[in-house]
């Protein structure tokens, strides 16, 4: 608290400010609306908890802006010819902020609770046992192969937790959740709940000379608007997750401010329109395939989202290497809309109308959400189609209404977080039609063959063979269009101009800081 | 001015007399219908207020005739600036015409406030006349439940019915008439209160009258002068009501109103002002008006003020 009084007082007079960050070097300040429950990784999953706990905790492997994996805690890896062991040999040298050497017990122990206890249940189910023959090798046993295990040995989603620590009693309750200890490049200073945490560098950090910050502050606002004008101002050095368009405009236009409009592929939220498929007229591919011709993307993504979005075509975020363009693209066509409506038996009566739809969003989605859904209400008409929305007070209503079932159609915004298995599999397999559980199969999406090949690319090991089974599961789902896709989510993020080692990755700031560092 | 605003006064005053002879003129002798209207038109003010109602009306219900267009319908790109060739108001966040958005606002932006103004005066008038009449603990406690509601802000409570039961047209009516019913209520009752002990009200009671005749019949006429008021004004309010609500993402997003224009464009205030100004501008001109003829009818109607 102290400290952080230090920095405000330094950040209210501009000499003192120059002064103080002289003497502390690099120190940098972030700006975020999140909320962090804990800072534990494994058992926590969102961008809230990930972007320190990977600060905080090594993991694994890292990855490359190609989806390539790169060594971390894992100087190198290797999978049996079989697929059902993978074994990682870990560096020698990492120890956890304590001074206790990181030993493949860490990893087992990591890996036995991330299955247990994180929310993405598919992501280690086949896992085993994790084998610890020395103290630099870890084997992990699968009951079948699981190709989605290399993303999952990611930072954010894989921090190796010391077991000495987080080993006693229920982990839910451990108290270092908030007072974490981990082997990443900074440690956990503290935190003082809704207003910021402060993390400082790791000195002895497995990899030398990094990390090059030499403190970072996160201060948490109560909303946007005043953190985007925190930024406007220079009182913060990075806005990380910025989503709103007119916010990343303004900021864009603001001198002394950069943007940067990529990172965080991995995580590959994708906005899309979520069809009802067992509630008339909905159960029709036409029609579905009717308002994906209606929908004008062009002018969505260049006049709703400022052209700060990227295109989405599919299920399977677009840099992914298990993507494909070569789907039906739902290029814009009134005629075909209206020709497949009537082909379905949906006739114009008297006043133009065919029929009356109604459309939900997730609350708080400005561009994403209403301004998409207000634009659906007008275009939609065009085809004789009467669109009215259903707004939700909160978000447990929405998600109550979606996962009742008690919905037409629904922007939604999900993610993909790495690998299909653990964040696309779950909207299209008929086994995951459970009511009451939000981002399940909500569509109640039932297609034998979808469910074939989606099992069958869980365990290819082949990465070509792998692809061709997800190119033919995305064919299959965009044709039948249980979901409209129509745009990736943008996570652009803030910075002070000459800032170097913007986290832009795949997993965008929910990766370590190893290289950022502040303008001299 | 004066000469042609007093002629059709006097063609009026003789019905409106004979209408009120039975039991108004008895208590308050001094309030001829013709008396009241000279008073009204010699306030300026109120009759400023008259024209932007009319102002108003003649929008929201000749204008559609005029300027036919569906404000859903997207004219042109978004935030074109007012003058362009497609939208003389310029365009919102996805391009549909503003002037159009206004025209067709008006009518649910005047049903929400004539409605919940109803409610709230309904219930007003329940709550208060019982209150005054019957005094004692019928009073106490129904002033206390007046008290709780006055007492409980009125945003907020109409903010949780809302978010409960929906941001339906309907919903948003009985929730402001419910959240603005206790000032009605205060104002009946201290009128209930006066009336109560006059003579002529002694005299039904002797005769024989019930209580529900007595308070409907009798002493609710008497009241009403600045019952009406207060519901002209309680209409304003109920306006700016909806306004508020819509800015807070409350409002009903499939009927078009002035409040909801404003809500749905309040992110893009500083990049299109249009969008947010000018149903602002027909919220302020409407809320002006009901303001100026209410306070005009006050004056007109109390004598003590009728000459200032």
Avoid: C
Wanted: proline share 7%; glycine share 8%; net charge negative.
């Amino acid at each position: 608290m102290k400290h952080f009084r230090k920095f405000a007082l330094g950040a209210a007079t501009g000499l003192t400010l120059m002064a103080s960050s002289a003497l502390a070097q690099q120190s940098l300040l972030v700006g975020s609306t999140q909320v962090p429950r804990h800072f534990n990784g494994a058992i926590q999953s969102g961008i809230a908890t990930a972007m320190p706990s990977t600060q905080i905790f090594a993991s694994p492997l890292m990855y490359s802006d190609s989806w390539d994996p790169i060594p971390y805690l894992a100087k190198s890896w290797e999978t049996s010819a079989d697929g059902l062991t993978v074994t990682l040999n870990l560096v020698d040298n990492a120890t956890f902020h304590d001074g206790t050497p990181l030993t493949s017990e860490d990893v087992a122990f990591s890996i036995m609770t991330i299955k247990e206890n994180h929310p993405f249940k598919t992501m280690l189910a086949p896992v085993t046992t994790v084998e610890t023959p020395d103290a630099t090798t870890a084997v992990i046993k699968l009951e079948h192969p699981h190709p989605a295990l290399m993303l999952a040995m990611s930072p954010a989603l894989m921090p190796i937790i010391p077991k000495h620590i987080y080993g006693e009693g229920n982990i839910q309750e451990n108290p270092a959740n908030l007072n974490p200890v981990g082997s990443g490049p900074f440690k956990f200073v503290e935190y003082k709940q809704g207003e910021y945490f402060k993390l400082e560098k790791n000195a002895d950090f497995f990899i030398d000379g990094q990390p090059k910050l030499d403190e970072i502050i996160v201060q948490i606002f109560g909303d946007t608007a005043n953190l985007v004008m925190a930024m406007e101002r220079g009182d913060i050095d990075m806005l990380p997750y910025l989503t709103g368009v007119r916010d990343i405009e303004r900021l864009d236009g603001t001198d002394g401010v950069s943007v940067a409009t990529k990172g965080g592929e991995a995580i590959g939220a994708i906005n899309w329109l979520a069809f009802n498929t067992k509630k008339a007229p909905f159960d029709d591919p036409k029609v579905r395939q009717a308002l994906g011709y209606a929908i004008n993307k062009d002018f969505y993504l260049k006049r709703i989202m400022g052209g700060f979005a990227d295109d989405a075509t599919g299920p399977i975020t677009m840099t992914s290497p298990l993507a494909t363009t070569d789907v039906e693209q739902y290029a814009f066509d009134l005629e075909k809309a209206k020709a497949l409506l009537d082909e379905a038996g949906l006739a114009p009566d008297g006043d133009g109308t065919r029929f009356t739809m109604t459309i939900d969003y997730i609350p708080g989605g400005v561009e994403t959400g209403r301004n998409l859904v207000e634009y659906l209400r007008s275009q939609l008409k065009q085809i004789g189609v009467e669109v009215e929305v259903r707004t939700s007070p909160d978000f447990p209503t929405w998600a109550k209404r979606i996962s009742s079932y008690d919905f037409d159609v629904t922007q939604d915004l999900v993610f993909n977080w790495g690998d299909p298995v653990i964040g696309v599999n779950r909207t299209y397999v008929s086994s995951n039609i459970r009511p009451g559980v939000i981002w399940s199969n909500t569509q109640q999406y039932s297609n034998a063959r979808v469910d074939e090949l989606l099992a069958a690319a869980a365990v290819e090991t082949d990465t070509a063979k792998r692809a061709e089974l997800y190119k033919e599961f995305q064919q299959i789902v965009v044709a039948d269009a249980p979901i409209l896709y129509l745009s990736e989510m943008p996570y652009s993020l803030a910075y002070k101009d000459g800032m170097d080692g913007i986290p832009t990755g795949i997993w965008g700031p929910a990766s370590p800081w190893l290289d950022v560092s502040m303008p001299e | 001015m004066t000469q042609t605003a007093m002629e059709p006064t006097s063609a009026m005053s003789k019905p409106a007399k004979a209408a009120s002879i039975p039991d108004e003129a008895a208590i308050t002798p001094a309030h001829p219908a013709t008396e009241f209207v000279r008073a009204f038109a010699r306030n300026q003010s109120a009759i400023l207020g008259l024209v932007l109602l009319a102002l108003v009306f003649a929008l929201t219900f000749l204008g559609p005739v005029i300027y036919p267009l569906n404000p859903y319908e997207m004219v042109d790109m978004p935030f074109a600036a007012p003058g362009g060739e497609y939208a003389p108001l310029g365009t919102d966040y996805i391009g549909r015409d503003i002037l159009a958005g206004i025209i067709s606002g008006g009518k649910a932006t005047l049903a929400v406030g004539a409605s919940s103004a109803l409610i709230s005066v309904v219930i007003g008038i329940l709550i208060g006349s019982f209150a005054g009449y019957f005094g004692g603990f019928i009073d106490a406690a129904l002033m206390k439940v007046t008290e709780f509601f006055q007492i409980l802000p009125a945003l907020l409570l109409a903010m949780l019915l809302v978010s409960i039961f929906g941001a339906k047209l309907l919903t948003i009516i009985i929730a402001i008439g419910i959240v603005s019913w206790p000032q009605t209520a205060r104002l009946a009752r201290a009128e209930f209160m006066r009336i109560r002990k006059l003579d002529y009200v002694n005299a039904a009671r002797t005769a024989g009258a019930k209580n529900s005749y007595l308070i409907f019949a009798v002493i609710l006429p008497a009241a009403l002068p600045p019952l009406i008021v207060a519901a002209g004004l309680a209409v304003g309010s109920a306006i700016l009501f909806e306004a508020g609500l819509s800015f807070l993402g409350l409002g009903d997003p499939n009927v078009m109103s002035w409040g909801l224009i404003i809500g749905q464009n309040r992110n893009y205030l500083l990049d299109a002002w249009w969008t947010v100004t000018l149903p602002g501008i027909a919220i302020f001109i409407t809320v002006l008006g009901i303001s100026l003829v209410g306070d005009g009818i006050n004056d007109a109607l109390n004598p003590k003020l009728r000459r200032r």
